[in-house]
T-cell receptor
């Protein structure tokens, strides 16, 4: 079945550690996105990529890094520079065509311990 | 920057009621607007996509309208059921940038 797979579902990070969240899609979509969701708030854009080997910062990119070496994969690294990383992280993708819907993964909940 | 607002933030209704959720946005230069449903601890499920040239879209008991000039969209849910309980989010896709902006959602509780 086609879709977006995020892993792991739950992730715990110690202070000062970098952690990487995985996002894989088999929908052949060109654009991929990472969003952060905090309780009671909407989704905020961290990074997005419209094509392989290219990505742009979103509204809250500080403390995060990404790569897009393959069309189907868009991993997000939460670095130690991100001071408040505890949140729910969602990955999304869309085809290249403009008036098409976005698809989301099931999310990764990251907790700092 | 695009600002997206959803009112009300929470809504509790008895089963069977028809209800309206509201979404407003500040920049009318959008490609489309999408309504999503989110269950607790889960990802987003797409409900309806309205293109900028359309006025409304329907799927089953759901109807979404779009008034781009006034920066507003509504999601109408007919004959609500307890299974409709979830958070509903709207998102606008900007015309000049390949980005989506989300509202903070409306948390709906439908009581049996």
């Amino acid at each position: 079945d086609g879709g977006i797979t995020q892993s792991p579902k739950y992730l715990f990070r110690k202070e000062g550690q970098n952690v990487t969240l995985s996002c894989e899609q088999n929908l052949n979509h060109d654009a991929m996105y990472w969003y952060r969701q905090d309780p009671g708030q909407g989704l905020r854009l961290i990074y997005y990529s419209q094509i392989v080997n290219d990505f742009q910062k979103g509204d809250i990119a500080e403390g995060y890094s990404v790569s897009r070496e393959k069309k189907e994969s868009f991993p997000l690294t939460v670095t130690s520079a991100q001071k408040n990383p505890t949140a729910f992280y969602l990955c999304a993708s869309i085809p290249d065509a403009k008036n098409t819907e976005a698809f989301f993964g099931q999310g990764t909940r990251l907790t700092v311990v | 920057k695009q600002e997206v607002t959803q009112i009300p933030a929470a809504l509790s209704v008895p089963e069977g009621e028809n209800l309206v959720l509201n979404c407003s946005f500040t920049d009318s230069a959008i490609y489309n607007l999408q309504w999503f449903r989110q269950d607790p601890g889960k990802g987003l499920t797409s409900l309806l996509l309205i293109q900028s040239s359309q006025r409304e879209q329907t799927s089953g008991r759901l109807n979404a309208s779009l008034d781009k000039s006034s920066g507003r969209s509504t999601l109408y849910i007919a004959a609500s059921q307890p299974g409709d309980s979830a958070t509903y989010l709207c998102a606008v896709r900007l015309y000049n940038f390949n980005k989506f902006y989300f509202g903070s959602g409306t948390k709906l509780n439908v009581k049996p």
